[in-house]
């Protein structure tokens, strides 16, 4: 009976394993998706793929930590949630400083 179970819950990880590679593909794809289209009715520009890019890196990895974090608190796990939520965090702060947009000093006057 030990083994039946140790069986179901070794596919089960499997499962999870799978769902969140593909989260971040859904994630990835669906932000990309809606970077490339908004603000641009026509073709994308050279400058706009890294936009998109970096969008769509973003997009993935808060889907995946966002999709971590619910399982994790379906199970109880307060500080998984909390760590799959930071880590998310983390990750899209790092693509933003990896990939952003270098602010011009004319754009910085008129934003701040």
Excluded: W
Excluded at 42 to 49: C, N, R, T
Excluded at 58 to 79: E, M, P, S
Excluded at 80 to 87: I, M, S
Aim: aromatic share 4%; glycine share 14%.
């Amino acid at each position: 009976m030990k083994a039946a179970r140790a069986g179901v819950a070794v596919r089960a990880q499997g499962r999870e394993r799978r769902r969140g590679e593909s989260d971040f593909v859904r994630g990835f794809v669906a932000s990309a998706c809606l970077s490339a289209f908004q603000d641009s009715a026509g073709e994308l520009a050279a400058g706009q793929f890294r936009r998109v890019l970096r969008h769509g890196l973003q997009g993935g990895a808060a889907l995946t930590a966002g999709t971590r974090a619910a399982v994790d608190l379906r199970r109880g796990d307060y500080t998984g949630a909390l760590v799959a939520a930071a880590a998310g965090a983390a990750g899209v702060l790092l693509i933003e400083k990896l990939l952003g947009d270098a602010v011009s000093p004319a754009k910085e006057d008129r934003n701040g």
